[in-house]
């Protein structure tokens, strides 16, 4: 490595208004290396990266010292805007969080990398075009020539993060920063994604900086990893040595919060396990011994084994025969349907009362069309579904209404499922008003506290909209939502997939302690098989629209009879 880093951050400071979001952290990126920044949500990770692109608002301090190879050091701060322009995308490049909102809906994805080919070079239309289908070859989209006229919403998430990726290496930078590009994408998607961006890494000799939450990804990137906590660096150091013998209290919590992978636990460690906030200010450690922690909070095998058998005595609660949903894929001159898309493709099972039954899988595979489809919110092409021994298909539109009082859903994403306009009470309140539950207003504000408090939430969070909490509280409401009605089964759609680990964990505490308190029937639905593995009772595998396998979770995880759960399993980010 050079003795010259090829970027010197020194004491950067960033406040906006009253609030310092990065307080004085210094850290180097050596040419060619790979660095990780991880830390939770609000840590201060993307405000450095955008610290660094000069991309900030705020009021940002200390220097940022850029060195390119033969040339004389240049601190980013003190340049011009147009100066600073000339930079981004030419010398540092950033792949940003979520390509849906970074990709213009209305612009073709190949007319969006040409442009920023084109701001840095001068050449022609359709030498951006041959330099655009090149990149996107080189990024492994399929169908290059096809995907450059294509728009957005028509490519999957991994495609798009692709052409995100294209665009950031359009001019050949000698920093990358990825901010948490594979967050919300399954563990399959992710791991490709990790292994190209490693590759072409090494092949342009770039500098990475690689921003998340998870430190399992970070084991699969990165060679030296610093960790964020509340604006500052509170531990830095090669990726095997702070994996296996941590220092901070925080990174230990991180790192003891993820669903570890050969072991049952009654609930996972949490951050504040491992440290508090002291009188004076200051951190506190609690537990020290990581590994005697969470030994101590290991599920023996005697008890997994009595809780199968006891569950393998009560009837199913739902039993769902050769279930079908096709969605027509294109139709004929004359409107005939002339090719399926088989969602949901001959499903059988049955859920018994009180399971939790964990259903995993990639996109695309069927999982959410399944889930919409057993609520009838999709209507199914074939199959039945029985409730309690009633056919749903048989049911009126009323009566099916009724009947979803007993059946609830948590959505993916609470943010776009609560809205925005009405107080988290009121989203709360609506579901009892709608199905007629309790005498008045003001009985049902009470029960409303209640289901807060039980979420964990403080009363004043009644009359607060959903903008004002974080992703993880929201979580919370949309649970409390989902309680309201008293239901005894709940669908749980993806809902930690786009949240911190740390903030996760607390999430499915949550609903596991739920389920020992009110006796709830889950289908958890995932694509990360390390947190079905540790929520469910039995796991289903779902593939193209049908089961791989199904059986107990800790059978499907440690004896896959199937390639494809194998390699689901494979794909699990630092096992």
């Not at 906006?16 to 990780?36: C, H, M, R």
């Not at 969602?343 to 695309?364: I, K, Q």
């Not at 680990?501 to 505490?509: E, R, T």
């Amino acid at each position: 490595m050079s003795a010259a880093p090829l970027v010197s951050l020194q004491h950067l400071t960033v406040t906006f208004n009253t609030v310092t979001a990065v307080k004085g952290i210094s850290l180097d990126i050596q040419p060619g290396e790979i660095v990780g920044i991880v830390g939770e949500s609000g840590s201060g990770k993307s405000v450095t990266a955008l610290s660094l692109m000069r991309l900030v608002e705020g009021a940002v301090n200390g220097n940022i010292i850029y060195t390119a190879p033969g040339k004389a050091p240049v601190n980013l701060l003190s340049l011009s805007p147009a100066q600073m322009r000339s930079f981004r995308g030419s010398e540092i490049a950033m792949i940003f969080q979520e390509p849906m909102t970074s990709l213009n809906p209305l612009h073709t994805c190949g007319n969006q990398v040409a442009e920023a080919i084109s701001l840095h070079k001068r050449i022609s239309r359709q030498q951006a075009r041959q330099q655009v289908i090149s990149l996107f070859e080189k990024v492994r989209i399929p169908d290059p020539e096809l995907a450059f006229d294509k728009y957005p919403h028509e490519l999957s998430g991994g495609q798009k993060q692709r052409v995100m990726i294209a665009m950031a290496i359009s001019c050949g930078p000698r920093l990358l920063i990825a901010d948490e590009p594979t967050t919300a994408l399954d563990v399959t998607v992710q791991k490709t994604i990790l292994a190209l961006l490693k590759e072409l890494q090494q092949e342009m000799g770039m500098s990475v900086v690689f921003i998340t939450h998870d430190l399992g990804v970070i084991a699969e990137i990165a060679s030296r990893v610093a960790v964020m906590y509340k604006g500052q660096i509170v531990e830095e150091g090669p990726v095997a040595e702070i994996f296996h013998h941590p220092q901070h209290p925080y990174t230990k919590g991180l790192l003891a919060c993820r669903p570890p992978l050969e072991k049952r636990l009654r609930r996972l460690p949490v951050v504040r396990d491992f440290m508090e906030i002291g009188e004076d200010g200051g951190l506190k450690e609690k537990a020290a011994d990581v590994g005697a922690f969470v030994q101590a909070l290991e599920l023996p095998e005697t008890e997994m084994l009595a809780r199968e058998q006891m569950l393998a005595t009560r009837p199913p609660l739902l039993k769902v025969e050769g279930l079908s949903t096709w969605f027509p894929k294109k139709r004929s001159f004359l409107g005939k349907v002339a090719g399926w898309t088989k969602a949901v493709d001959n499903v059988s099972f049955e859920v018994r009362e009180g399971e939790t039954l964990g259903l995993v899988g990639e996109s695309g595979c069927g999982k959410t069309t399944l889930s919409r489809t057993l609520l009838r919110l999709i209507e199914p092409t074939g199959g039945s579904i029985y409730y309690k021994g009633r056919d749903l298909r048989s049911l009126s539109p009323g009566e099916m209404r009724d009947m979803r009082k007993h059946i609830q859903l948590i959505f993916q994403d609470p943010y776009s499922s609560l809205n925005p306009r009405i107080t988290v009470g009121r989203a709360i309140q609506e579901p009892m008003k709608v199905h007629g539950l309790y005498e008045n207003d003001a009985a049902r504000k009470e029960k409303v506290l209640e289901l807060l408090e039980k979420v964990n939430l403080l009363p004043e969070h009644y009359d607060r909209y959903p903008h004002e909490f974080s992703g993880g509280q929201r979580q919370r409401i949309v649970i409390a939502r989902a309680l309201a009605l008293n239901p005894e089964f709940i669908i749980c759609d993806e809902s930690v997939s786009a949240l911190d680990v740390s903030v996760q964990a607390q999430v499915l505490n949550l609903l596991m302690q739920l389920q020992q308190e009110f006796n709830f029937t889950y289908i958890f639905i995932s694509h990360n098989l390390s947190v079905v593995h540790f929520m469910s009772d039995r796991m289903m595998v779902m593939n193209k629209g049908k089961i791989e396998e199904m059986g107990p979770a800790r059978q499907v995880y440690h004896h896959p009879a199937s390639e494809y759960t194998r390699h689901l399993i494979a794909a699990i980010p630092g096992k």
